[in-house]
């Protein structure tokens, strides 16, 4: 069997990640499996890349499988913090993964209390200017929706949206996120009308920035009912997006 050069396997990793990106699911988690054989094999179960490798493994089983992807993920977390140390980004990434999965399980409130660590350690390691640190931010507004406090998560969802249009172009892909989950929460609020223009405005922007095909729509199905059936049947948030 011909040699396996590290280079290739950080290509094919790269290649997972594009098709996941893609919506092909099924086809990044096989082939995220195929480079992690390789790479315990090659590089050892506790090198960077492997454990690279596991976290968009579990992030690709997550898009359905919560439970085990909180599993994976907390495995993850456990050899990052041995290997890299508690502080490391990508052990905060991992924990960032952990409450995500454990927010989708309807866990709302065990889910923002890792968030606000994970926070607090982005921001004492990354700055409060960082994509990952106003990621979490959004996801913190977002484990307080799924909570119930939805006059806080607007607010919050608000705070992260100014600083977003400060720090990235207005038609970042984030900035859209954050958009449709603010109206989320307005409609979680009752205020069917005001959320309504906005989920209008986010989903054209959407079509014209991200195209018809893009495989993570997060917003048509509201826009497209008649209002009598809004109230019980708001949207969820987007829940893709964040490291």
Same mark, same amino acid.
């Given at each position: 069997?011909?040699?396996?050069?590290?280079?290739?396997?950080?290509?094919?990793?790269?290649?997972?990640?594009?098709?996941?990106?893609?919506g092909?699911?099924?086809?990044?988690?096989?082939?995220y499996?195929?480079?992690?054989?390789?790479?315990?094999?090659?590089?050892g179960?506790?090198?960077?890349?492997?454990?690279?490798?596991?976290?968009?493994?579990?992030?690709?089983?997550?898009?359905?499988?919560?439970?085990?992807?909180?599993?994976?993920?907390?495995?993850?977390?456990a050899?990052?913090?041995?290997?890299?140390?508690?502080?490391?980004?990508?052990?905060?990434?991992?924990?960032?993964?952990?409450?995500?999965?454990?927010?989708?399980?309807?866990?709302?409130?065990?889910?923002?209390?890792?968030? $606000?660590?994970?926070?607090?350690?982005?921001?004492k390691? $990354?700055?409060?200017?960082?994509?990952?640190?106003?990621?979490?931010?959004?996801?913190?507004?977002?484990?307080i929706?799924?909570?119930?406090?939805?006059?806080e998560?607007?607010?919050?969802?608000?705070?992260?949206?100014?600083?977003?249009?400060?720090?990235?172009?207005?038609?970042?892909?984030?900035?859209?996120?954050?958009?449709?989950?603010?109206?989320?929460?307005?409609a979680?609020?009752?205020?069917?009308?005001?959320?309504?223009q906005?989920y209008?405005?986010v989903?054209?922007?959407?079509?014209?920035?991200?195209?018809?095909?893009?495989?993570?729509?997060?917003?048509?199905?509201?826009?497209?009912?008649?209002?009598?059936?809004?109230?019980?049947?708001?949207?969820?948030?987007?829940?893709?997006?964040?490291?």
């Amino acid at each position: 069997m011909a040699a396996i050069i590290p280079a290739r396997l950080t290509a094919r990793h790269a290649l997972a990640a594009a098709i996941d990106e893609r919506g092909r699911n099924s086809e990044a988690q096989q082939m995220y499996c195929e480079v992690l054989a390789d790479q315990q094999r090659v590089l050892g179960h506790d090198h960077p890349d492997t454990l690279a490798t596991r976290h968009q493994l579990a992030r690709v089983i997550g898009h359905l499988r919560y439970e085990q992807a909180e599993q994976l993920h907390r495995e993850v977390l456990a050899d990052r913090q041995r290997v890299l140390g508690e502080e490391h980004p990508d052990t905060l990434a991992s924990g960032h993964a952990v409450a995500r999965a454990i927010g989708r399980q309807g866990r709302g409130q065990e889910a923002g209390r890792m968030f $606000l660590h994970v926070l607090t350690g982005r921001r004492k390691i $990354l700055g409060d200017d960082h994509p990952d640190t106003l990621a979490t931010r959004h996801a913190l507004a977002w484990s307080i929706t799924w909570q119930g406090r939805y006059e806080e998560a607007e607010q919050q969802y608000r705070c992260v949206l100014a600083d977003q249009f400060r720090l990235l172009p207005g038609e970042h892909p984030h900035v859209l996120v954050t958009r449709h989950d603010l109206a989320w929460s307005i409609a979680k609020q009752g205020r069917n009308s005001e959320a309504e223009q906005q989920y209008r405005r986010v989903l054209a922007d959407q079509l014209r920035v991200l195209g018809e095909d893009h495989p993570r729509p997060f917003t048509p199905g509201f826009i497209l009912r008649p209002r009598s059936q809004h109230r019980e049947g708001t949207p969820k948030p987007n829940t893709s997006t964040g490291s």
